[in-house]
Structure formats: structure tokens, C-alpha cells
């Protein structure tokens, strides 16, 4: 079974410039997340899909962030303009959903990611 | 905003020996994971314990949870050059917009052989 796939892997910028990431999560897994990972943290939740519907962008920058799932399976992030404290590596995860309650069994799969530089 | 704060920050060990990280957090959890990222790549899920155990066996790999203290700690034994990675344990509590992970700032853990 394949997992969940990023690209690009790598990608420089300048400053000012817009980039964007593409995310295909596992087949039939219906939520999905983008998270930011700095250097020596854990990784820090962007947004969370359920199907195609955002249920939490409440940590997204929406100045100059955007994301979207059109058809509830793939999903670009896109940052228009980045400027320097954006490098960092973009993260995508997926499951199979969120149950809720206090058994909620949330494992989550992560793609690779792509690691961002802005100069 | 990062809940989990994990202990110690690195750690440096030989191969064979146990290596011990500790994971505290701040408000009530559904449960909470453990996941492992190799250098340059994505995380991986090593466990789950819910609020309601006390321990958990995978393996190799031993976690405890303490929700009265508010902490976990993850035992890997018998280590191998093989775990040598970053190791974040995961917060899972219901907020605002349902359930979600919210991750430490890890542990590096470097097995030498």
C-alpha cells in the first residue's frame, strides 16, 4: 500500500516569491493534515481536512496561507508571499478519521515532506 | 502552541543499553502517542496509550502514562544503532474543532555502535 506522497521533496525560494505543495494522502483516508515542522520542534497543525470540508484552520496564517482539498482526496498548500521565517518543512498526514469521545484513535501517517528555504 | 515537553532533549547511549525519554503535558488528554522521525523524514506512529492505561508493551518499546502527574515516559530496550532518530510524544484532546495532536519538541536519541 502506498503512503502518503509530498512534493516536491525540496524546494529554495526568495523572498516574496509564492510556492505551493501537493499532498496525496492513503486511499480511503478521509481527514487530512498539513503541519509545519521547525527546526528541533515537533510539528505544529496548519489545517485538518474531513473530506473536503476544513474543520480546522484556526493556526493558518490566512494573510498569506491558503489550502485547498477540492475533491475531498489531494491537496495543495500554497504561500503567496513567503518571506524568511517560512522555511521550515511542510508536513502531510493522513487517517481514516476522528472518532471522538475519549477512546478516539487518531494514528496518522505522514508523508516525507518538503522542506522549505526562503532566501 | 507545544504541550508535550519531552526529557531529555538529546540523549547518547550505546547500543544494547535501555534508553528512557520522558514526555510531560499540561491539560487532560483522550491519549497519547509516540512517534519516531528519522533524520530528513516523516514521522512515524510507534504507540498509543489511552487515558485509561497505565502501560503498554510494543515490542522493544514500553510506555507509561501517568495522567495524575500529567506524564509518559518511553523505554526502548535493548537498543539498537537502528533507533537512533527524533522521538515526540503526541497529545490527543477533544478542543474546539475536535480532536487534536499536539506534539513536543522531541527527543534526539543517538545510538552508538
Not at chain 1, 498539513?34 to 515537533?42: D, M, T, V
Not at chain 1, 508536513?91 to 472518532?99: K, N, P, Q, R
Not at chain 2, 519531552?6 to 491519549?31: F, H, R, V, W
Not at chain 2, 515526540?88 to 555502535?113: M, P, W
Request: charged fraction near 20%; hydrophobic fraction near 30%.
Amino acid at each position: 500500500e502506498a503512503g502518503v506522497v509530498q512534493s516536491p521533496r525540496y524546494k529554495i525560494i526568495e523572498k516574496k516569491q509564492p510556492v505551493a505543495f501537493w499532498c496525496n494522502p492513503i486511499s480511503g483516508h478521509n481527514t487530512l493534515y498539513w503541519y509545519r515542522q521547525n527546526l528541533g520542534q515537533g510539528p505544529e497543525l496548519l489545517i485538518r481536512y474531513e473530506n473536503e470540508e476544513a474543520v480546522d484552520d484556526s493556526q493558518l496564517p490566512k494573510d498569506r496561507f491558503s489550502a485547498e482539498r477540492l475533491k475531498g482526496v489531494d491537496s495543495t498548500l500554497k504561500i503567496q508571499p513567503a518571506e524568511l521565517g517560512d522555511s521550515a518543512v511542510y508536513l502531510c498526514a493522513s487517517s481514516l478519521g476522528v472518532a471522538g469521545g475519549w477512546s478516539s484513535y487518531n494514528e496518522q501517517f505522514f508523508g516525507p515532506g518538503t522542506r522549505l528555504t526562503v532566501l | 502552541s507545544q504541550q508535550g515537553e519531552e526529557d531529555p532533549q538529546a540523549l547518547s547511549i550505546q547500543e544494547g543499553e535501555n534508553a528512557t525519554m520522558n514526555c510531560s503535558y499540561k491539560t487532560s488528554i483522550n491519549n497519547l502517542q509516540w512517534y519516531r522521525q528519522n533524520s530528513g523524514r516523516g514521522l512515524v506512529h510507534l504507540i498509543l496509550i489511552r487515558s485509561n492505561e497505565r502501560e503498554k508493551h510494543s515490542g522493544r518499546l514500553r510506555v507509561t502514562l501517568d495522567t495524575s502527574k500529567k506524564s509518559s515516559s518511553l523505554l526502548i530496550t535493548a537498543s539498537r544503532a537502528a533507533d537512533t532518530a527524533s522521538y515526540f510524544c503526541a497529545t490527543d484532546a477533544t478542543q474546539k474543532y475536535g480532536n487534536k495532536l499536539v506534539f513536543g519538541a522531541g527527543t534526539i536519541l543517538r545510538v552508538k555502535s
